[in-house]
């Protein structure tokens, strides 16, 4: 009877690990995908050679010497993501130029060869042990430096990929996730990604794997659909499969992200896992230059919206040219943590109660596009892609509301104007709106509940002393610099 129990509980076992190497299709989360949940929040950290080069991409020719940092620190970059309230490390391992940040039999382009030969994906590892949080990589799959790129058999480079990945999945302890990117350079079929993922899974079968842009509108097709499009199930199709979780870098779902997509016929679940910079000039790869980093209420918001529904999100805090994060920068990701209350021992925080999603709205004036709408319903459909948009400079909105829900909080995200810096990537972004209202309906009256005398900026939080109830709020605008326009406005009863 024993032999028959510890036979059947290895088989068992065995199946478990067959299943867990392959997505079947389901309507609820795998192993893999329960885990990535649970985790939920990560640091996602670009340092390579694009840090000491000012640019965020580059192709491989860059020299192997540029890269030296004067005060290499992995240890304070996990150090600073455990006091932050991180529960993973998303490490940048290689991108698209081909510079490895461990020494790899494969490629002379890597930290073994430059000035500073510390392994950062082993130091990274072992730092995430020893903190305690959950260690996770960034692969590139467009490498601009290996010869075999360019060769007419697409398997040479594979084979090049499932080397290199056997490298990092064999020395460098657990790794949680696998985020793969730059899939855009060549047809889906020849990156190999069902031999990808299988390797993985033979290491890790808990691993979860994606590729950027994994959803597509059309199965077979490069037709990319944005993700705030994706509410309705088995309505939109794998572009890359298998793959655990989507991703589509940098934009954000929407509050009634739907989780099933199709590849054959088949519905498969899969959640979603955004990327957002901590820096306002969104850029991933640290520069010389200090760049100041995102409004704590920005990131709070930001931080509720993307890890609700059994989302994710990596946040970017990357180390500078001394190879370390400068410490304000960790000071912001700190202060977030603490005013967040996070803990690993904790479920992840939620926001309060929307009450305004999809509720009637009325705008005193609506910009007609020639291509894209600005309808006044766009303030509160739960999508940060669209927004409604006046064409005159003052301008309002009005909100019907259900009278019996009480609210104490309001947040809004502006649609801004931008300006590029001169990296072509990073970018400043202008509010519109200077000088507010916000009123209510009261006993037939409108009555101004807050007044704002300074612009919006990227996102305007207001938390009111009391609860509020209503059957009518409006936004006012009383001054700005161009016709105003909003993404999001949201109502919401903060517990």
């Not at 994710?312 to 410490?327: K, S, W």
């Not at 940060?384 to 064409?391: E, L, T, V």
Request: hydrophobic residues 35%.
């Amino acid at each position: 009877m024993k032999r028959i129990f510890i036979t059947t509980f290895l088989l068992i076992l065995a199946f478990n690990y067959s299943m867990a190497q392959v997505l079947i299709p389901a309507t609820k989360p795998n192993l893999a995908q329960q885990d990535m949940i649970k985790r939920g929040y990560g640091m996602f950290i670009h340092f390579g050679i694009n840090t000491f080069n000012n640019i965020e991409w580059s192709d491989g020719t860059l020299p192997v010497e540029s890269y030296n940092p004067t005060d290499l620190d992995p240890d304070q970059w996990v150090r600073t993501a455990k006091e932050a309230g991180f529960r993973y490390v998303l490490l940048v391992t290689k991108h698209h130029d081909g510079f490895c940040l461990w020494d790899s039999k494969y490629t002379t382009y890597d930290v073994a060869s430059s000035p500073v030969k510390t392994d950062v994906v082993k130091a990274v590892s072992e730092a995430c042990k020893k903190y305690g949080i959950g260690f996770a990589i960034y692969y590139s799959l467009w490498d601009r430096k290996e010869p075999t790129y360019k060769d007419k058999d697409p398997q040479k480079y594979i084979n090049y990929m499932l080397n290199q990945l056997t490298e990092l999945f064999t020395n460098y302890g657990t790794i949680g996730e696998l985020w793969l990117d730059g899939g855009w350079d060549r047809k889906q079929s020849d990156w190999g990604i069902d031999q990808v993922y299988s390797l993985v899974k033979k290491f890790n079968p808990r691993c979860a794997i994606s590729v950027n842009h994994t959803i597509v509108n059309e199965e077979g097709k490069r037709d990319f659909t944005v993700p705030a499009n994706m509410t309705q199930d088995d309505k939109y199709f794998f572009q890359y499969f298998p793959s655990d979780f989507r991703l589509w870098d940098p934009k954000i779902v929407t509050k009634f992200d739907k989780k099933q997509y199709l590849h054959e016929g088949k519905s498969y679940y899969l959640p979603f896992e955004h990327t957002v910079c901590i820096s306002k000039r969104l850029n991933w790869f640290e520069k010389t230059q200090a760049l100041p980093t995102r409004d704590l209420d920005e990131l709070e918001e930001l931080f509720y919206w993307c890890t609700d529904n059994d989302n994710c999100l990596v946040m970017n805090v990357p180390p500078d040219q001394t190879g370390r994060i400068r410490e304000y920068v960790a000071n912001t990701a700190i202060d977030l943590g603490k005013r967040l209350n996070l803990s690993l021992d904790k479920p992840l925080p939620k926001n309060g109660k929307f009450i305004s999603m999809n509720t009637s709205v009325t705008a005193s004036s609506t910009l007609e596009g020639k291509k894209e709408q600005y309808e006044s319903s766009y303030i509160n459909d739960g999508k940060m892609d669209s927004r409604w948009a006046a064409k005159d400079t003052l301008a309002s909105v009005e909100m019907q509301l259900n009278p019996a829900d009480a609210f104490n909080k309001i947040t809004i995200f502006e649609y801004q104007d931008t300006e590029k810096l001169p990296d072509g990537f990073s970018e400043i972004r202008i509010s519109r709106i200077q000088q507010y209202s916000i009123d209510i309906m009261q006993n037939g009256k409108w009555e101004t509940i807050y007044l704002g005398d300074e612009p919006m900026d990227d996102c305007k939080v207001i938390k009111l002393p009391k609860r509020y109830n209503t059957s009518k709020l409006r936004l006012k605008v009383l001054k700005a610099t161009a016709p105003p326009s909003i993404h999001e406005l949201s109502v919401i009863n903060m517990l």
